[in-house]
């Protein structure tokens, strides 16, 4: 193992130094001496790849870039949880963007972008592997016990492979170690014939083209999934006919990364100091530019026949409403929502099992309201909501002056009664933890619902809808945004096929008239949810839905934050709500 160790470090040294012909001798010398231990097999194939793509010899960088993602997604499973989270994982985003890179060098886009679905299931894989997730209860005890045996056993073996010494010892027990992991991935199988979603959280499940392009309902609709190399901005659009990337020119990460930070730290002054001014501007001025240098080339790659569009971002592009972004035509604006009809996805492979979950019903209602009884506006938004329903439960505080008691809504109780019910509604408290994404909780009657029970505990196999009317339910954390891990996507592995979320801290009563009219377009109209959420957002561009032609209508809020922001109503400047502001925050995830 030293020597092993010694060669991978000499041969990193020597390519470092573009001294290509020692590194390639060294490589094979490390791979040898170090195959019992992961993190030597995994780090000597990457090199061998990136020394031969700096080669420009793109099939032997496929083939040795290919198999040091095998060693790294095959091992994730059955690895004890402090090799999970130790270095061995370190860096590890470099091989998918060295094999992307590589497949787009031999035009095999198809293939590229399989592995930029990858390298997204991968880092989920990696934060969940301290939850230690247990299959649910629809699986059989037999199953379950069967799963947990292999992967002690398998922890096991690899260990004892790495302290074995001589050409016998080692022969033997990668022999068992093949057998168990034979039977490890037949469990699996098993298992997720009984719970779908299970095995996306202990392994990756790679997702072909065609797969992906079988999600696509019709020929009008373009799947645009992007990816960031450490010098590139790529672009993937994937139709029923085909499968086309671009790579963005005169826009890269670096500039993406100003226009964030810019975003962000403006964002950060107006949740403190409510200058709302300052945020205005600054969401016009970088939704313009976000369009003019990057979205703009996007759209050249889109055929003319496409109406709708599922937009899958990567890293910084999860913080911005990218349906908002505009361009100037004869002194208006034109926001790309007015010519697409646009949802969201974490990724491809999330974005099929949603799929697969089926039609489902929508007359049962679960609602939080105002839980901890310091939001009033809440408690009136989720009386106006109910009022849509026949059969529904109803958890925290009513409104004021209703001769009627919910019940607390507990952790355990919001974890036990929403697998019952269709349509599920928070209107409560939200917090995301930007050091611990899985402390990212819902605030609720007796303390918090965090993202790590979510995904631990929460099972909703009959809902059709998720909506987590807290503020930023849709953020998620910079740092690991190539997956997206935040509170809507854990609603979204519990089971949801849809969830409607928030990028921002919303105002009140644009919101609440927001809310009213997506539930009108969703349960009266019959709209999908990302028709219904288009539409009213639409109305709200029109100029068609005010401040003033709301009065005398029924008030009811949606106001679920610390950080909320309260509207001036009596400035004439804010009597509309026709900026980006007021309705660009919401998105639909998911199934459209």
């Not at 826009?251 to 200058?275: N, S, V």
């Amino acid at each position: 193992v030293n020597v092993a160790g010694c060669d991978l470090n000499l041969a990193i040294v020597y390519e470092q130094l573009n001294r290509f012909q020692e590194a390639l001798a060294l490589y094979p010398q490390a791979l040898r001496a170090g195959a019992p231990i992961p993190e030597i097999v995994w780090k000597s194939r990457y090199g061998l790849g990136r020394v031969y793509q700096g080669q420009n010899r793109p099939r032997a960088a496929y083939r040795h870039l290919g198999r040091a993602i095998q060693t790294l997604e095959t091992l994730r499973g059955a690895l004890p949880q402090e090799q999970v989270l130790s270095p061995f994982f370190e860096d590890k985003i470099g091989v998918y963007r060295e094999m992307v890179a590589t497949c787009l060098a031999f035009q095999r886009t198809d293939r590229a972008l399989e592995y930029v679905e990858r390298s997204k299931s991968r880092n989920l894989l990696e934060l969940l592997a301290r939850q230690d997730l247990r299959p649910q209860e629809t699986v059989p005890q037999g199953l379950v016990d069967a799963y947990s045996r292999l992967r002690l056993e398998l922890r096991g073996l690899r260990y004892r492979l790495t302290q074995e010494q001589g050409a016998e010892a080692p022969a033997q027990t990668k022999a068992e170690i093949e057998k168990a992991e034979a039977e490890y991935d037949r469990t699996l199988k098993e298992i997720r014939a009984h719970d779908g979603d299970f095995t996306a959280t202990v392994r990756v499940e790679p997702i072909s083209l065609k797969q992906i392009q079988e999600l696509l309902p019709d020929e009008e609709t373009a799947l645009v999934e992007f990816f960031l190399t450490g010098e590139q901005i790529l672009a993937f659009v994937v139709t029923q006919g085909g499968i086309s990337h671009q790579v963005i020119e005169g826009f890269t990460p670096q500039d993406l990364a100003d226009q964030w930070r810019k975003w962000f730290e403006e964002y950060q002054r107006f949740r403190a100091y409510h200058d709302r001014r300052a945020w205005f501007q600054t969401l016009d001025a970088v939704l313009k530019e976000l369009y003019e240098r990057m979205f703009a080339q996007v759209r050249e790659a889109l055929p003319a026949s496409i109406r709708k569009l599922v937009l899958i971002p990567y890293q910084y592009l999860h913080f911005f409403p990218l349906h908002a972004l505009y361009r100037e035509e004869n002194g208006q604006r034109r926001y790309l929502l007015e010519d697409y009809d646009i949802s969201y996805a974490p990724s491809a492979s999330v974005l099929k099992r949603c799929q697969e979950r089926g039609k489902r019903g929508k007359e049962k209602l679960f609602a939080v309201s105002d839980p901890d009884g310091s939001l009033e506006d809440s408690r009136e938004e989720v009386e106006a909501i109910q009022a849509w329903f026949e059969e529904k439960l109803i958890l925290g505080n009513p409104p004021k002056g209703k001769e009627v008691a919910y019940a607390p809504a507990t952790v355990e109780r919001c974890l036990e009664e929403p697998p019952a019910y269709h349509v599920i509604h928070f209107a409560c408290h939200g917090l995301y933890d930007f050091s611990d994404p899985l402390r990212s909780h819902l605030q609720l009657s007796d303390g918090e619902l965090t993202l790590g029970e979510i995904f631990a505990r929460l099972h909703i196999p009959r809902s059709c809808l998720v909506v987590l009317s807290a503020c930023e339910t849709g953020i998620t954390e910079l740092s690991r945004a190539d997956e997206w891990v935040g509170l809507a996507g854990g609603f979204l592995h519990a089971g949801a096929p849809t969830v409607l979320s928030s990028l921002w801290a919303v105002a009140d009563h644009s919101t609440s008239l927001l809310m009213q009219q997506v539930y009108d377009h969703f349960l009266n109209q019959g709209k999908s949810v990302v028709q219904a959420l288009n539409e009213v957002q639409r109305a709200f561009i029109r100029g068609e839905i005010t401040w003033a032609s709301a009065q005398g209508q029924e008030k009811f809020g949606l106001m679920a934050s610390p950080h909320s922001v309260p509207e001036e109503r009596d400035e004439k400047a804010l009597e509309d709500y026709r900026h980006p502001y007021y309705w660009a925050a919401f998105t639909v995830s998911g199934v459209g």
